[in-house]
């Protein structure tokens, strides 16, 4: 009987040693997400904002903005932005990396963030969400609202 309580004691150990370890490694590999992904939205909104490049959003987008999203779309919608003029002030962004895994996609990286940033004529909230392909950060999606174009 001791024995057998002592391999089951041993058992419990190393399986709450590899636990900790898993916990330990997503918790690294979470905080490097983090900063990689919100380096990559902080420059990314910089770029396409500060004067309203349609272009820089094309440069970073993902297969799936791409498949969703047509030229002429893009175009309509990045006239309407220029209205806001040039970029004045950006505010950084703030959010999340997210991992998913599903047997459909396998093993999906993510991130979403919000920006704030001031423009000539009006403040707007960038709305980004990234995805990971080939481990290189893309666009995913991209919103901006901005109070002036509400009437």
Do not use: C
Request: glycine share 10%; no cysteine.
């Amino acid at each position: 009987m001791k024995t057998a309580l002592s391999i089951i004691g041993i058992v419990f150990l190393v399986l709450l040693v590899l636990l900790g370890g898993v916990i330990g490694y997503a918790i690294y590999k979470g905080n490097k997400l983090d900063a990689s992904s919100q380096a990559y939205a902080d420059e990314s909104v910089s770029a396409i904002v500060a004067n309203w490049s349609k272009d820089e959003l094309v440069k970073r987008e993902s297969p799936q903005f791409r498949n969703a999203t047509s030229d002429d779309e893009l175009t309509g919608l990045f006239d309407k932005l220029s209205e806001l003029g040039p970029m004045q002030n950006y505010g950084g962004s703030t959010g999340a990396a997210n991992v998913n895994f599903t047997p459909a996609s396998g093993l999906q990286i993510t991130a979403s963030y919000v920006a704030k940033a001031i423009f000539q004529n009006g403040k707007a909230e960038i709305k980004l969400n990234l995805i990971q392909v080939n481990g290189a950060w893309q666009i995913l999606g991209f919103h901006v609202d901005a109070p002036i174009f509400v009437k």
